[in-house]
Every structure is written in structure tokens, then in C-alpha cells.
């Protein structure tokens, strides 16, 4: 059923289905579990979600980078059907099937680098970077992790220890996990310049480097804000990891599979990992995550020491294969640096004419917008989200993040249709005008 690629506001937003289904959550649901738009879906596909009340909104989303081939996409649900209809469970770890092994040869062709590599399948973005931090460690026999400023990893014990940001995400959840240390990132708009220094400095004297396991880091941080490390800096602390023994991970989990232009982030400075956890887009929508890395790394655990009920789940898998072909049959990675080269110099525009905007970073389609207090450098997230909710009133579903809550990001599907593209950008650009112009 094919959906029209065209915003339309035909009830106040949220409308009174949705406000009703809403309500009856908060009676049914914990409060804990965050909600950015009460708007109760009907179905999706394209950049469109539709409502309960009809409304068609505009998806700048893709509930949190995952639907990068549309909600929807024929290529993914065919083949969900197709496996369903077979059968939908039988834990790899049990019994096999060959989906698990063509994701995972998938994964070790389109990660950078052409060394042997191997793949493990889990369900969820955290559980692939947990593992890969018992991987290295099991590698190194090392106890340290090394994570940076603006970081998010999950919430899990161990990743919310690595996640930077206190509130929501750690907030009254401790004690946490020893043995992980925070560094600078060499954050371009926040920063000092020093950060790679720092970087050494700390790892060097403070830490030790014969202690440390892995280096993990986000190529561009996700919910931290979109912070784009300033050009090299990756690049040496890889550098760093190989002269010193220590795996380097990139958590690729929302920038992997073509979101930013390449197929993977780091593939722009010619980064090659050690290991590179992905999810989100991987699964197409379908819980799915992987860590690909280095044979001598992956194969150094132990049997039985990797594993889940549903890690590599055939269902999910089937997606993932949809998903894939998806992204290489319509190069979506090249169609993510289009929408860049798109929307980038209208939010330039924004930057230069609205003293509100402090910075507008990102790359291909994983763009923001950072408000601060004119005149300077004050984060207000008071301004992300009174832009957020003009959007969201006009039928634009845009997404905040950053370690002060004061970015809009922008995470359009990579297939949706420049038209649509275009009047919610309209929108967005109307909204920054608006409430901080
Ligand atoms: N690593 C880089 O972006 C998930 C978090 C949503 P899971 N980001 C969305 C929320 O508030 O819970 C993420 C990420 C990076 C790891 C993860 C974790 O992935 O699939 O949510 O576990």
C-alpha cells in the first residue's frame, strides 16, 4: 500500500485519537520511557509517518537513525514475510541457518579495511558495543576502556558507565561499571584544539597504556549532539591504539550503513577499525546489531563465551539482507551526501542570519542545529525545543539531542523524496525564524 509522499496537518497535532491512545499509555506505561512526539502511528513508509487522525508528517527521524531505506521498504518486507512464513526462531547458537552467515559475510565486505575479518550478530546497538568491549578484552587480557566526552553507548550497566551524559540516561542508576575513563573529544565548536594531546597525555599518565583494552568512539556522537571531531583527530587516536597494542572500536551504530555519506563514517578520513559495532539501519527497522572486526581479535574468545536467545534472530537477519541490498541497489550512501549538499547551506544560512544558531554541523544525512543564548556560547535548550514543537505542530517530526539538550538533529530517511525534503526544511527554517530570530 503505497503512502503519499506529502505532508498533510488535518487535526491539531497530536489529534484526539492519538490523545486518547495516549492517555490510555500513561495508564498502562511507566513514565520513564520518554516520549518526544505523542502521536500514535497507523503506518509508514517513504519520508512519511501517518497518524492515527490521518495527519502525514514528515519523517526527519527515522525513529532514531533506523529506517535510513523507509519504514516500509519492499526489499525488507518481503523478505521478513518470506522467513516468518519458515520460521522465525531457533537461537544460532542452537541450531543453524545460512541468513546469520550471509549478514555476517555481508558485514566483513562492506566494513573498511580488506584484512580477515568476522562478524557476531546481537539484537540491540548497546549489546554490540558491550560485547565488543568483552571481545577486546578477552584479546588484550587488558581491564581499561577509553570512551569521550559527549559520548552515548547505551544504557545497559556497562554502556551507560561509557554513555557521557548524566541525566537521563545515568541518573540515580549507579553504581557503575570500573575500569572505563572519559577523554576530551576534539569538539570543533566546545573545544581547546589540545584534545589530542590530552588524549595521549591522559591515556599515558594517568591510565596506563599496557592497562588499556579498547579505545571506543563514535565517528560522529549521535546523541551527544552531532559533534563532528575536528578533521585528523580520530585518525591519530587510531593511530595511537595500533602503536600501543589497544583495539580500536568505532560505535558505528548511528552513523554505519550510509548514513553520513559513506557506507561507514570513518570510511571519510580512511579510518580502518579494529572492530566496528553497527545496528539501527543494519536490521532495517528489525532489532539486529553486529560487531565486525579483525579475525585474530574476534576469534581470540573462548567457546560459548559470545552468544544470545535471539542474538542474530532469522527474522531480523531477512530483514537485514533486504536492507543491505536496499542501500547498494539505490546507492544510498551517495543519496545521504546529496541530502547534505541539500539542506547544509540552508542551515549555513540560518547560522549566518540567526544569532540563536551557534553551529550547524554534520555530514551527509545527519545534520544539526545548535541553539545557544546570542552573543555567545550558553547552550539553550529552551530554543531546540520550543523549534521542535513548531515543527512537530506543522506536521515535522524532528528529533533534539546534545549533552545540553540544545540540538535539533535532522535524520531523514535516505530515500525520501527531495520534494518533501524541501517544505520540511521550509518548515524548519520558518520555525528557527520564528522562535529564535
Ligand atoms: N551507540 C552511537 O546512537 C543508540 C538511543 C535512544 P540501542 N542511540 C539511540 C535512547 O534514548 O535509548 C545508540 C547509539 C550509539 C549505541 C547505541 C545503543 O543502541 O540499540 O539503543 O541499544
Same mark, same amino acid.
Given at each position: 500500500m503505497s503512502i503519499e509522499q506529502r505532508r498533510i496537518v488535518r487535526t491539531e497535532i497530536p489529534g484526539p485519537r492519538s490523545q486518547e491512545l495516549h492517555a490510555r499509555r500513561q495508564r498502562e506505561?511507566?513514565?520513564?520511557?520518554?516520549?518526544?512526539?505523542?502521536?500514535?502511528?497507523?503506518?509508514?513508509?517513504?519520508?512519511?509517518?501517518?497518524?492515527?487522525?490521518?495527519?502525514?508528517?514528515?519523517?526527519?527521524?527515522?525513529?532514531?537513525?533506523?529506517?535510513?531505506?523507509?519504514?516500509? @521498504?519492499?526489499?525488507?518486507?518481503?523478505?521478513?514475510?518470506?522467513?516468518?512464513?519458515?520460521?522465525?526462531?531457533?537461537?544460532?547458537?542452537?541450531?543453524?541457518?545460512?541468513?546469520?552467515? @550471509?549478514?555476517?559475510?555481508?558485514?566483513?565486505r562492506l566494513t573498511p579495511g580488506d584484512h580477515e575479518k568476522r562478524t557476531a550478530l546481537f539484537t540491540t546497538g548497546a549489546?554490540?558495543?558491550?560485547?565488543?568491549?568483552?571481545?577486546?578484552?578477552?584479546?588484550?587480557?587488558?581491564?581499561?576502556?577509553?570512551?569521550?566526552?559527549?559520548?552515548?553507548?547505551?544504557?545497559?550497566?556497562?554502556?551507560?558507565?561509557?554513555?557521557?551524559?548524566?541525566?537521563?540516561?545515568?541518573?540515580?542508576?549507579?553504581?557503575?561499571?570500573?575500569?572505563?575513563?572519559?577523554?576530551?573529544?576534539?569538539?570543533?565548536?566546545?573545544?581547546t584544539g589540545t584534545e589530542t594531546e590530552r588524549f595521549m597525555d591522559v591515556l599515558r599518565t594517568q591510565i596506563g597504556v599496557d592497562r588499556i583494552a579498547c579505545v571506543v568512539a563514535e565517528p560522529i556522537a549521535g546523541e551527544g549532539g552531532f559533534v563532528v571531531p575536528a578533521p585528523g583527530f580520530l585518525r591519530q587516536v587510531s593511530e595511537f591504539c595500533r602503536e600501543n597494542g589497544i583495539?580500536?572500536?568505532?560505535?558505528?551504530?548511528?552513523?554505519?550503513?550510509?548514513?553520513?555519506?559513506?557506507?561507514?563514517?570513518?570510511?571519510? @578520513?580512511?579510518?580502518?577499525?579494529?572492530?566496528?559495532?553497527?545496528?539501527k539501519a543494519l536490521g532495517g527497522g528489525l532489532p539486529l546489531s553486529a560487531v565486525t572486526g579483525r579475525a585474530e581479535i574476534m576469534d581470540s574468545v573462548h567457546v560459548g563465551g559470545l552468544g544470545g536467545t535471539y542474538a542474530g534472530n532469522p527474522v531480523a537477519c531477512a530483514a537485514a539482507l533486504g536492507a543491505i541490498e536496499a542501500i547498494e541497489e539505490q546507492n544510498?550512501?551517495?543519496?545521504?551526501?546529496?541530502?547534505? @549538499?541539500?539542506?547544509?547551506?540552508r542551515l549555513r544560512e540560518l547560522a549566518g542570519t540567526v544569532p540563536a544558531v551557534g553551529d550547524v554541523r554534520g555530514r551527509g544525512a545527519m545534520l544539526a542545529l545548535e541553539f545557544v543564548e546570542p552573543g555567545g556560547k550558553t547552550p539553550s535548550p529552551a530554543t531546540a525545543t520550543a523549534v521542535a514543537r513548531y515543527c512537530h505542530e506543522r506536521g515535522v517530526l524532528v528529533l533534539t539531542c546534545g549533552t545540553y539538550s540544545n540540538v535539533i538533529r535532522l535524520l531523514p530517511p535516505l530515500v525520501i523524496d527531495f520534494a518533501l525534503l524541501d517544505d520540511a526544511v521550509d518548515v524548519l527554517v520558518e520555525a528557527v525564524r520564528k522562535v529564535a530570530g
Open positions: 506505561v511507566p513514565p520513564g520511557f520518554g516520549i518526544t512526539l505523542p502521536v500514535f502511528v497507523e503506518r509508514a513508509g517513504g519520508g512519511i509517518v501517518v497518524d492515527v487522525d490521518g495527519n502525514h508528517l514528515v519523517d526527519l527521524g527515522c525513529g532514531i537513525a533506523v529506517t535510513s531505506v523507509g519504514a516500509s @521498504e519492499p526489499r525488507v518486507v518481503d523478505r521478513v514475510r518470506e522467513q516468518a512464513g519458515r520460521f522465525t526462531h531457533t537461537c544460532f547458537m542452537v541450531t543453524e541457518y545460512d541468513g546469520y552467515v @550471509e549478514v555476517a559475510a555481508k558485514l566483513n549489546e554490540a558495543v558491550e560485547n565488543a568491549v568483552k571481545i577486546s578484552r578477552a584479546y588484550t587480557g587488558r581491564p581499561a576502556v577509553v570512551v569521550f566526552d559527549h559520548a552515548y553507548h547505551g544504557r545497559t550497566s556497562l554502556t551507560m558507565a561509557m554513555t557521557a551524559k548524566q541525566m537521563p540516561y545515568k541518573h540515580s542508576f549507579g553504581p557503575f561499571s570500573p575500569e572505563i575513563y572519559r577523554v576530551p573529544t576534539a569538539d570543533p565548536f566546545r573545544g583495539v580500536f572500536v568505532a560505535d558505528e551504530v548511528q552513523t554505519g550503513l550510509a548514513r553520513t555519506g559513506d557506507m561507514f563514517a570513518v570510511e571519510h @578520513e580512511g579510518i580502518v577499525p579494529d572492530l566496528i559495532c553497527t545496528a544510498l550512501a551517495a543519496r545521504a551526501a546529496e541530502i547534505g @549538499e541539500r539542506v547544509l547551506p
